[in-house]
């Protein structure tokens, strides 16, 4: 999406602080909790952190970035431009453990990216994109599509392989298309997309090449709502994904009445170690008091959406 606006005003934050107010929302909230790092588990997470690398953030807002980062074992990130000038800021302030790999940019100049622990996780062989061939095109296809046709990604999923313990996985990072969310070919192109990762994730599930059948896609899959009846929800679980119930029971936006961001998993596989532990971490609502009450709603979340992020991280735990 394009640049917010640089909010008109400033504040003035003690990052020190900042964080303890997150680490304490996290730990006090009902629904906020989350596991600490174990041996026995893996952390995922995926979060839209909104045009990293065009908006103009500072060592204090990567410091509170990675702060949540931080808590998880491995991070698939969205909208992180092309230029890592924000990449390379959000790494700084992460443990000299953190890693990053990496896609080429693609639509709206963007990158898609997993950061990592590598004290507890190690990359694999497997990286790639996932593109659908033109003679294959004609496949992906949707009973309820009157009006798009599947003509490829506008950024192609990022898929990479890792192992943590015993577990050799497969994850596919996603930004779906968007576009006009009150136009019939926007939204159908959008679920073209969601079923094409997961007509990718299935087969490659099954096949006897592939390097590990635990597969999972994560991302920002501008999914409006959690409900059988949305297109984008039915086409990303029509092979068999499954999206799990999230302990916190809110939407990923600000504003909280969006799905946007999932992981998606079968229940076979990484499916079967999920713990059922799963949520959204609502950041905006642990940091910035004192914003919150000198300022209108519209402009706390002016400063959240341009410093941080419009969206916040989804989580999930798998045991080993």
Same mark, same amino acid.
């Given at each position: ?8 005003f ?8 900042? /964080?303890?107010?997150l680490r304490?929302?996290r730990?006090?909230?009902?629904? /906020? ?52 000038i924000?990449?390379?800021g ?8 953190? /890693?990053?790999?990496?896609?080429? &940019? ?24 996932v ?28 898929? &990479? ?90 939407g ?59 969206h /916040? ?8």
């Amino acid at each position: 999406m394009p640049s917010f606006p640089k909010p008109s005003f400033t504040f003035d934050y003690d990052a020190d602080a900042e /964080r303890a107010a997150l680490r304490h929302w996290r730990d006090t909230q009902p629904g /906020r909790a989350i596991p600490a790092k174990d041996a026995n588990r893996l952390l995922l997470a995926t979060w839209n952190i909104a045009n990293l690398g065009a908006q103009d953030r500072g060592p204090k807002d990567y410091a509170l970035l990675a702060e949540v980062i931080s808590w998880f074992d491995l991070v698939a990130v969205q909208e992180v431009k092309n230029n890592r000038i924000g990449l390379n800021g959000l790494m700084a302030a992460l443990p000299a453990s953190w /890693r990053t790999l990496y896609s080429d &940019a693609a639509g709206n100049d963007e990158r898609m990216t997993f950061v990592y622990d590598s004290e507890r996780v190690k990359p694999r062989e497997l990286t790639g994109e996932v593109a659908v061939a033109p003679s294959d095109l004609k496949n992906v296809t949707l009973p309820d599509t009157t009006v798009a046709k599947f003509v490829g990604f506008d950024r192609n999923p990022y898929i &990479a392989s890792f192992e943590t313990g015993p577990l050799v996985f497969c994850l596919v990072n996603v930004h779906l298309y968007y576009g006009d969310d009150t136009a019939i070919e926007a939204i159908e192109r959008r679920a073209l997309e969601a079923f094409a990762v997961a007509q990718w994730c299935k087969r490659e599930s099954k096949s006897h090449y592939a390097l590990t059948p635990v597969i999972a896609a994560l991302g920002d899959f501008n999914l409006p709502k959690i409900d059988p009846a949305d297109p984008i929800f039915k086409a990303l679980t029509k092979t068999g994904l499954q999206l799990p119930q999230h302990s916190t029971q809110i939407g990923s936006n600000l504003l909280g009445d969006e799905h946007y961001d999932q992981v998606a998993f079968f229940p076979t596989g990484a499916g079967a170690k999920f713990t059922g532990n799963s949520g959204v971490f609502d950041f905006d609502g642990g940091v910035f008091a004192e914003l919150w009450a000198t300022k209108t709603p519209v402009q706390f979340r002016s400063f959240i959406k341009y410093y941080l992020s419009d969206h /916040r991280p989804l989580w999930a735990e798998f045991g080993l």
